[in-house]
C-alpha cells in the first residue's frame, strides 16, 4: 500500500470516534477485572508480632522465620505436621496436614502461608522452604 | 579451547556490529559493494558463533572442569544426553543457544531470495544483526560461558536432577529456537515501518515466520508444562510462576497477530506489525524475567546485571518502533466497512481480548514486584487472581471462536447465522443437559463445556457438510474426508488449531475443578480403596548408589473388581550432588483421569505415607496440545496464497 496523504471523511471520523470508545471501554474493563481480582488473591506478607496483634481472620497472610530446634512433630499415620516458627523473639505454632516437606529441617528458613486460628496457633495451607540450589528459589509443598 | 570459543565470540560481536552498519549503510545509499560485504560478515558470523558453540560442546563433553561453567552443570556421572542439555541448563550457555539460533537464522534469511520489497529486506537483516550484536555483546561481557576456574576441581557438580527429565532436553531449545524465531519477523516488520512498502508480499513472509515462531514457543510451552506436571511432583501442570507466565503472554499477542493478518483482500492488516514487535519485545521481556530473578521464581537463574541490559536493549527497541509507528501513521490504510455481525469484526475482537488477557497476566505477573517498590508492602497474588481475572476474557474468546468459523466477510444475517448455528447448537445444549444430568452441577464447568463443545461440534459440522458434498461413488468414507480435507488443507488446519484449543479448555477446566486429593498411610500388604479402584502396598525399597538415596514404594493398581492394572512406583530420591530430596511421581494415565501417586515418607515402622491425586481428563491437554501443532504445521507446509489480487497471507484466506 502506497502512501497516500490521508484525508479525514466524515466516515473515516465516525470510525475514529468509535475505535477511542471502545479502547477506553475495552482498557475500564481490563483495568476493572485486574483490581478486583488482585483484591481477593493478594496475600500479605506479616511479622508474627502483628499477626498476633491481628487476630484470627478469614484472610490468609503469609508468615515467615525460621524453624525451630527440635520443634518439628510428624505424625505419619495422620499426615499432620506442627512445628514452631521463630522469627527474632516471637514464636508461632504451625501446623499443616499433608505430606511433610523434603526440606523441613531444624533451622531453615520457611515461609507458610494460612491462616491464625487460635492465639498462637497458625493453619498452613502452603510451606514454602528456602533451598540452597541455585535452580530454586524456594520449593513449594502445596496442599 | 576456551580461547578459540571466547576470541570467537568477540570477533563475533565486532562482526555482526561491521554487519549492521554495512547493511543499513548499503539499503540507505543503495551501495551494492556495502551491502554484498554486510552479508558476507553476516555469514561470518553465523560461522563464529558456531565455533564458540562446538567449543563450549567439546568442554562439556570432555569433562573439563577447569571451566565454570563445564563445572557447574556437567559430572563424570551424567548420561550422553543431559550432557548435551547441560549446554542449555545454566544462563550462559542458553544465551549461546538463542544467539546461535538468531545467527543461523540471519545466515538464512541473508541467503535466501528476496521476500520483501528490496529496501524492506535490506533492512531486515540489518536489524538481525542489531540483535545478534548485542545478544553477542551480553555474552563477552556478562555472561561469558568460557570464564575458568583457578583451581580445577576433581568432579562438576552436575546437572539439576529436576532438569534430568526427557522433556526438559527439548523444552529450553524449542523456546529459544521460538525467540529467535521471532527476531526475523520483529525485523521485518521494523524494516517495513522505516520503508513504508508494506505489499502483499511483505505480510506473507511476515506470518509465515510468524506462524513458525508461534509453533515453536507452542510447543516449547506445553513441553514445560508437561515436564511440570511429571518432574515437580504438585500435581499440576501450571502454576501461574512468572516465568510461566513470561513465555505465555507473547504467545498470546502472537496469536493476536496471527488472527491480524487474515484478511480478506488485503484489508486490515495495520496492527500485525506492530503485534509483531510488541511480541518480540515480550519475548526479551521474558528473557529478562527468567534470567534476573527480579521476579522471585522457582526457576529464575539467581541475580544478574544481564537483566539490565535486556531492559536497556527493550526500551531501545521500543523506542524507535514507537518513533517509526509515529512516523508512518500517515499512510492511510484501506479498510472496508464491515457490519458487527461478520468475520473481520470476529478476528478485530479475537486479537483484542487476546491481547486483554496478555496485559492481565501481565499485571499479575507484575504486581508484586511493583506493590512491593511502590509501595512497600511485600505481597503475592494467588493463582485464583489469574483465574478469576482471565475466565471472563477466555469465555468471551472460546465463545467467539466457536461463532466465528460460521461468520462471513463483510457481513452476515443474523437469520443465516442461526439457520447455520441451529444443529451444533442443539447437540451442546443436549450433551450439557446430559452432564447436568450425571452430576455436573458447577456453573462454571458447565458454561465452559458448553462453549468448548460448541467449538468443536461447529467445526464437525462444517467440515461433515463439506465432505458430504465431496462423496462420490467408488470412494471408501476415509477417501472422502482425505479430499476433502486436502482440498482446503490451510482453512482445515487453522480448524485443526482450533479443536485442540477446544479439548484444551475442556482438559483445563475439569482438571482444576474436579481434581481429588487423598492421603494415605500403607503398611506392606495393606490395601486402600479409592473410588473405582484398590491401592495395595507391595513392598518399600531403600538403597543406595553413587549419585543418590533411593527410596520407593511398590504399589499395585487393581480395578474395584480386584483385576491388576499396573504397578507404580512413586520415589523420593536424596541426591548426594545437591544435598536435596527430589521427588519422582508416579502415574497411571488413562483417557478418564490421571492418578497421580505422590511418595510422602517411609517412616521407621515401615508405614509408607502417600498422597493420591485424581486429575480428571488431562491426558486430553496434551492430545489438544499436538492437535494443536500439527494443525499449525499443516498450515505451514501448504504453499502460501500468492494467487494475484489476493493480497492475504492469511492462515485461513478463503472466501465464502
Known sequence: ????????????????????????AIVAILIYLVLSSARGAAVYYVTIAELKSQGASAKAVRVSGVVQEGSIRWDAEGSLLRFTLVEGTEQLAITYHGLRPDMLRDGASAIVEGKLTAPNEFAAQTILLQCPSKYEAAATAQS | MTIIGYGSLLLACGVSAYAALALAWGANQGAVAWRQSGRNAILSAAALVTVAVAALLYLLFARDFSVLYVYSHTS?????????????????????????????LAALVAQSPRLASPATWRYTQAALAVLQAFLALILVTQSNPFASLALPPAEGLGLNPLL??????????LVFASYALYSVPCALALAGLLTG????????????????????????????????????????????????????????????????????????????????????LLCLFAAF???SGVIQSVHAFGR???????????????????FLGWRSRAQAVQEAEASLLSRETGLSFTAMILCGLALVILAGTLYAPLSESLRGAAVVLGASFYTRASAPLLVALLALLGVCPLLRWRDTSARQLGRELAAPLAFSVILVILLFALGIREPAALVLYLIASLIGAVILWQFGQEAWRRRDEGLSPWQVIGRAFRARRRHH????????????????VSSSLYQTEQLLTLREGQGANLPGYTLILRDTIQEQDAT??????????????????????????????????????????????DIYIILGSLEQDGAVVLQVLRNPLVVWLWIGGGLLLLGAAIVLSSAPPERAGQAAGGVAEEAP
Open chain 2, 164 to 173: 534430568e527429565n526427557p522433556w526438559m532436553v527439548v523444552h529450553p531449545p
Open chain 2, 493 to 508: 488446519g487453522a480448524h485443526l488449531v482450533h479443536l485442540g484449543i477446544a479439548l484444551i479448555a475442556i482438559a483445563i
Open chain 2, 76 to 104: 563424570t556421572r551424567q548420561a550422553l544426553p543431559y550432557t548435551l542439555s547441560a549446554l542449555w541448563a545454566g544462563q550462559e550457555g542458553s544465551l549461546l543457544l538463542w544467539l546461535w539460533f538468531v545467527s543461523l
Open chain 2, 289 to 291: 524475567v527468567t534470567r
Open chain 1, 1 to 24: 500500500m502506497q502512501a497516500q496523504p490521508a484525508r479525514p471523511t466524515p466516515a473515516s471520523r465516525r470510525r475514529r470516534t468509535r475505535t477511542v470508545i471502545g479502547v477506553v
Open chain 2, 197 to 280: 512498502h508494506q505489499d502483499a508480499a511483505f505480510h506473507r513472509t511476515l506470518q509465515r515466520w510468524n506462524l513458525w515462531a508461534w509453533l515453536f514457543l507452542g510447543g516449547g510451552i506445553l513441553l514445560g508444562s508437561l515436564w511440570a506436571y511429571l518432574e515437580l511432583g504438585w500435581g499440576g501442570y501450571w502454576g501461574w510462576d512468572p516465568v510461566e507466565n513470561a513465555s505465555l503472554v507473547p504467545w498470546l499477542t502472537g496469536t493476536a497477530a496471527l488472527h491480524t493478518a487474515i484478511a480478506h483482500r488485503g484489508l486490515r492488516q495495520k496492527w500485525t506489525a506492530p503485534l509483531t514487535i510488541v511480541t518480540f
Open chain 2, 548 to 593: 543418590r538415596q533411593r527410596n520407593a514404594a511398590l504399589l499395585e493398581l487393581q480395578s474395584a473388581t480386584g483385576r491388576h492394572l499396573a504397578y507404580l512406583t512413586p520415589e523420593r530420591n536424596l541426591h548426594w550432588s545437591i544435598q536435596q530430596w527430589v521427588t519422582e511421581v508416579a502415574l497411571h494415565i488413562n483417557l478418564r483421569e
Open chain 2, 304 to 322: 544478574s546485571s544481564v537483566g539490565i541490559m535486556f531492559l536497556a536493549f527493550i526500551g531501545l527497541v521500543a523506542i524507535l518502533a514507537a
